[in-house]
C-alpha cells in the first residue's frame, strides 16, 4: 500500500499553462512581441539613476565615435595641407587622442552601469519569481513540471542578463551613432547622404520580413533548451536506478534526441536569423559603396574636398554598422522577449490556495479538532475520477487515528485536504471548528507538524534541517528533539556535529537516518496536530523500537492521523479507519476490526502471513 497513491500522474513534458490549478495570466501569444520586455524595463526603472548615468555614458561614447571621423576630416584639410606647422599638427593629433581617451573612459563606465542593471534586474526578477513559486499550491507543481520551471529560471534569466546588460546598450549605441552619423553626413555631404537615406525602407521591408518568423522560432527554441535542462535533472537525480537497471544507454539516446531537436529548433533559427543579416547588411553596405563612388566622382571634380571625403566614407561605415548592427539586436530582443514571457508565466500564476480577504482567527488555544463533513473531492488533473467520496469523519482532541487502506483508497487525500493544499468540491473540513476555507493556509500549517513516508532533507547543514521545524529553535532544543528521534549518537558522529554539511537531499545520510532527522524536525515543531506518513517505515527494528518510543511521548495529548501500510504498527491506535475506493469501509479498534472479519481482517491477515513467513 503505497502512501501516495492517489497522486495525479506527472505532467512534467507539459508546458505551464495552469489549464488546472494555479492559472497563470500571461497569455503565449506575447511571446511574439516585443511586449514582454515591458517586464525587464519596469525592474530596471527601479534603478533611474543607474540608468541616467549609462545613459550618459552612452550619450558621451557615440558622441566621441562621431568626432573621430570629424577630426580626421580637419587633420587632412588643415595638417595635411602642406601649409601648417608642427604646432598646428600637434594640436590636431593631440584633439584627436583626447577624444579617444574620453570614448575609452566613457566605454568603461557605460560597461560597468549596464552590467550592473542587467545583473541587478535578473537577481530581482529571479527572487520575485521564486518568492511567487513559493504562494503556489501544491497542484501547480503536480500540473507542471519542476525541472522544467527550474530550466526557466536558469537558461531564461540568463537571456534576459544578456538583453538587459548587452543587448539594449548596443541597441541604443547604434541608435546614437546611426541618427548622430546621419546628421554629421547631411553636413559633410547633403547631396550623397539623401541617397543614403532614400535606402532606408528598403533595408526596414526584409527586418519585418524575417521578424515576424524570428519571434516564433524564438520561443520554441527556449521550449528546446528548457527540454534539455529538464532531462539533466531527472536522470541525474535518479541515476541509481539508471545504473541498476542497465539503462545507460537508452537515457543516452533519449537525450541526444532531445539536443538533437535542441540543435534542429537553433538550426532554423540561425538560418533565418543569418539571411535577414546577410541579405541586410548587403543592402546597407552596397548602398554605402554606391555613394562613395559617387563622393570619389567629387573629390575628382572638386566639389568636395578630400577630409570631407574621408570624414564622409569614416561615418558611413559607422552608420552602415550601426543599422546593420541592429538587425542582430532585433534578434536578440526577440529571445529576450520569448525569454521573458516564459518568465512572466511564472511571475504571474496565482495561487488556487490562498488566505481569504478577512481569514477568520483560529481560536486559541488550540485543541487540535479535525472535522471532515460530505466531503467529496477530485484532483484537477483526473476531474473524473474522485479521491473521496461524501466523506465524513470526526476527530477529537488528542485522538490518535490510523488511516489504513489499500493503494488508491484515499489515505494521502486527507493529508493533502488536512494541510489545505488542495480544497474539496465538495463538503467542508474543519479545524477546531473554523472552516479551513476561511482561514489563513499559514495560520493552518502553523499547527500542523508533518512526517512523511520518505524524510525530505535540503541542502544544508544538520542544524538547518533539523530546526526546519521550528527556525528559532536554540542547539539545546534541537539536541533534545534528536535524543528523542534516536539521532543524536550519528549526529554527533558527523565530522562537524550540527555544522556538517548533509549534501543535495542528505546523501551523507541512510534513509533510516534521513527519517529520523525528519521526526526530530517534527518533534521541534510541537504542534497540536501531527500528521506520520508512515514515519518508521525506512528505520531498522532497533531504532524502529526507539523512535516508536518517542513518538508515543510525541503523540501523548495531541491529535494524530497515522497512515499505516504495517499494520503492526498502529494496533495502539485509539481508532483505525479503513479506507476503500474514497470511502470508510469501517472503523473501530484492533480487535474490534479484526473480530469483524471485513477489509481490515483480510489485510492484516495477509500482511502478518507475509511478515511470519
Known amino acids: 500500500m503505497d502512501g501516495h497513491e492517489e497522486q495525479p500522474e506527472d505532467s ?33 526603472a527601479k534603478y533611474p539613476a543607474q540608468i541616467a548615468a549609462a545613459l550618459f555614458a552612452l550619450l558621451v561614447t557615440a558622441t566621441a565615435t562621431l568626432a573621430i571621423p570629424w577630426r580626421f576630416k580637419v587633420i587632412i584639410d588643415e595638417a595635411f595641407s602642406g601649409t601648417a606647422g608642427p604646432e598646428e599638427i600637434a594640436h590636431a593629433f593631440q584633439y584627436l587622442l583626447m577624444i579617444v581617451l574620453i570614448l575609452g573612459l566613457g566605454t568603461a563606465l557605460r560597461f560597468y552601469f549596464v552590467s550592473w542593471i542587467g545583473e541587478r534586474v535578473v537577481a530581482d526578477i529571479r527572487k520575485k519569481v521564486h518568492q511567487n513559486l513559493l504562494r503556489l499550491s501544491p497542484g501547480f507543481y503536480e500540473e507542471n513540471s519542476p525541472k522544467e520551471i ?16 548587452t543587448t539594449v546598450s548596443v541597441a541604443l549605441r547604434n541608435v546614437l551613432t546611426g541618427i548622430g552619423g546621419t546628421l554629421l553626413l547631411l553636413y559633410l555631404a547633403p547631396t550623397l547622404t539623401l541617397g543614403l537615406l532614400i535606402a532606408i525602407p528598403v533595408i526596414i521591408l526584409p527586418i519585418m520580413f524575417f521578424g515576424r518568423r524570428i519571434r516564433t522560432i524564438s520561443r520554441t527554441s527556449q521550449d528546446r533548451v528548457a527540454d534539455v ?40 533559427r540561425i538560418i533565418l536569423r543569418a539571411a535577414m543579416t546577410s541579405i541586410v547588411i548587403f543592402l546597407i553596405f552596397g548602398g554605402t559603396v554606391l555613394l562613395m563612388w559617387r563622393g570619389a566622382l567629387a573629390v575628382t571634380a572638386g566639389e568636395i574636398s578630400g577630409g570631407t571625403i574621408a570624414a564622409f566614407v569614416i561615418t558611413g561605415g559607422l552608420v552602415a554598422g550601426a543599422f546593420g548592427a541592429l538587425t542582430e539586436v532585433y534578434g536578440e530582443l526577440l529571445r529576450g522577449a520569448g525569454a521573458a514571457s516564459r518568465l512572466a508565466e511564472l ?22 479538532s479535525l472535522s471532515f463533513r460530505n466531503v467529496t473531492f477530485r484532483y484537477p488533473a483526473r476531474p473524473d475520477s474522485a479521491a473521496l467520496t461524501d466523506f465524513n469523519l470526526e476527530i477529537e482532541p488528542g485522538e490518535t487515528v490510523a488511516i489504513v487502506g489499500p493503494s488508491g483508497a484515499g489515505k494521502s487525500t486527507l493529508f493533502q485536504l488536512v494541510e489545505r493544499f488542495y480544497d474539496p468540491q465538495v463538503g467542508t473540513i474543519r479545524l477546531d471548528g473554523v472552516p479551513l476555507t476561511k482561514a489563513d493556509p499559514y495560520a493552518i500549517r502553523e499547527r500542523i507538524a508533518f512526517v512523511p513516508q520518505d524524510g525530505v532533507l535540503f541542502s544544508a547543514n544538520a542544524r538547518d534541517n533539523l530546526r526546519y521545524g521550528r527556525w528559532d529553535a536554540s542547539d539545546a532544543e534541537i539536541w533534545e528533539a534528536a535524543r528523542a528521534a534516536h539521532a543524536e549518537d550519528f549526529l554527533k558522529a558527523l565530522p562537524q556535529g550540527l555544522d556538517t554539511y548533509l549534501g543535495e537531499g542528505g546523501t551523507q545520510l541512510s534513509g533510516g537516518q534521513q527519517q529520523r532527522i525528519a521526526i526530530a524536525r517534527a518533534l521541534l515543531r510541537d504542534a497540536p496536530i501531527l500528521l506520520l506518513d ?55 479498534t484492533h480487535g474490534e476490526l479484526t473480530a469483524a472479519g ?16
Not at 19 to 32: F, S
Request: glycine residues 6%.
Open 12 to 44: 512534467g513534458d507539459k508546458a505551464i499553462h495552469g489549464e488546472t490549478g494555479d492559472k497563470p495570466e500571461a497569455p503565449r501569444a506575447k511571446a511574439r512581441t516585443l511586449a514582454p520586455l515591458r517586464m525587464i524595463y519596469r525592474e530596471a
Open 150 to 165: 527550474s530550466s526557466r529560471m536558469t537558461s531564461d534569466t540568463a537571456i534576459i542578463e544578456v538583453v538587459v546588460g
Open 229 to 268: 535542462g529538464a532531462s539533466v535533472t531527472e536522470v541525474l537525480s535518479g541515476m541509481k536506478v539508471v545504473q541498476s537497471f542497465g539503462q545507460e544507454r537508452r537515457e543516452a539516446d533519449r537525450f541526444g534526441d532531445v539536443v538533437e531537436a535542441t540543435f534542429a529548433t537553433a538550426r532554423k
Open 347 to 368: 511571475l504571474e500564476a496565482r495561487p488556487t490556495i490562498a488566505p481569504p480577504a478577512r481569514p477568520e482567527r483560529l481560536p486559541e488555544p488550540p485543541r487540535g
Open 534 to 588: 508512515e514515519a518508521t517505515s525506512a528505520l531498522d527494528a532497533e531504532s524502529e523500537q526507539a523512535v516508536q518510543l518517542a513518538l508515543e511521548e510525541l503523540m501523548r495529548e495531541r491529535t494524530t492521523l497515522v497512515i499505516a501500510h504495517r499494520l503492526a504498527t498502529v494496533r495502539a491506535a485509539d481508532r483505525i479507519v479503513v479506507l476503500d475506493k474514497g470511502a470508510i469501509a469501517e472503523q473501530g
Open 598 to 613: 471485513g477489509l481490515y481482517a483480510r489485510l492484516a491477515k495477509l500482511q502478518f502471513a507475509a511478515e511470519a513467513a
